[in-house]
């Protein structure tokens, strides 16, 4: 909501109400997201990389007509240009880049769990500014069908401390029954490599690694992973 945003550090909301934007439609947010930016007129603009960030930014940006910073691990402002600079990883996380946008608005997409978010002041104040955005559902071009939840984890593997995950050097799927043990004693939650995902061992969201879940443990245990980048990293 527009007042959690504000009680966790922004000076000025943007709140659209449309009850088309209840569940995500890419289109229907893209078109909101654009005109609040046309609106807005910022000079850098920050999405965090969830699934849905991974859909909006590179439209928004082509909506824009500007180019975007995809998958960086922090950004940052030189002094003297007062440009944004950018840093994300390439190579599969062998190396880092760093990169500069050389149009406005300058647009980059944040990796989730890169920086701590402040703590929620419930007392601060600021600027709500309500939006009425003409959506249409003609707009969508994919349509929600329906929403199938899974029972949790105990531990939820995006916020543990401890993480215990299997590999495609298990062998198959009887193995991370064990790991299941090993991971309930320790508190940890549960993780796995793609391959062991992709030959349909273990579920999807267990997925750790680039195009799964980012992990930001303490201790973080891999068994019969072949130590890519991903996990090293």
């Not at 959690?4 to 995500?24: E, F, M, P, R, W």
């Not at 309500?130 to 995006?158: G, N, P, T, Y």
Request: net charge neutral.
């Amino acid at each position: 909501s527009a007042q959690k945003a504000i009680a966790h550090g922004a000076d000025q909301a943007y709140l659209v109400n449309n009850a088309l934007l209840s569940s995500y439609q890419p289109e229907l947010h893209l078109a909101a997201l654009s005109h609040i930016c046309r609106q807005a007129g910022p000079s850098i603009i920050l999405i965090a990389r969830t699934d849905t960030g991974r859909e909006l930014a590179p439209r928004l940006a082509v909506r824009l007509g500007v180019g975007l910073a995809q998958d960086c691990l922090g950004v940052s402002i030189d002094p003297d240009s007062k440009r944004m600079i950018a840093h994300r990883p390439v190579y599969g996380g062998n190396a880092m880049a760093t990169v500069v946008c050389t149009s406005t608005p300058q647009i980059a997409s944040i990796r989730p769990k890169t920086y701590e978010p402040l703590e929620a002041d419930s007392f601060r104040q600021g600027k709500t500014i309500s939006l009425d955005i003409s959506l249409d559902l003609s707009m969508a071009r994919v349509k929600f069908v329906e929403r199938v939840d899974e029972e949790s984890a105990e531990v939820q593997l995006e916020t543990a401390r401890i993480v215990v995950a299997g590999g495609r050097g298990l062998g198959g799927p009887d193995p991370f029954k064990n790991l299941e043990v090993i991971a309930k004693l320790l508190g940890a939650g549960i993780g796995a490599s793609r391959a062991a995902v992709d030959v349909g061992w273990v579920p999807p969201p267990w997925q750790i690694g680039l195009t799964g879940q980012t992990i930001t443990p303490d201790l973080y245990i891999t068994v019969a992973i072949s130590g890519a980048s991903q996990h090293m990293a």
